[in-house]
């Protein structure tokens, strides 16, 4: 999975999730070279959760069932 900046170039590449005893490990590279691990804790998790409004939820499920042009 890739993040983009709005200039449309990869910022961030995950390579895998996997389980941890603290969490979610996510590994991966920042801009291309830098390696990542990085956990993801309950607790960010369900702040994350308070992010999510229901227009996001909408646009989600439409990214899902769409094929985006490349």
């Known amino acids: 999975m890739k993040f983009y900046t709005s200039e449309k170039t990869v910022l961030m590449d995950v390579s895998a999730v996997k ?27 369900r702040g994350a959760f308070r992010l999510i409004k229901f227009p996001i939820v909408l646009r989600t499920i439409g990214m899902l069932l769409r094929q985006w042009k490349k």
């Open 19 to 45: 389980v941890h005893p603290d969490g979610l490990l996510i590994e991966g590279k920042i801009m291309g070279t830098m390696p990542l691990k990085a956990i993801l804790t309950p607790r960010e998790l």
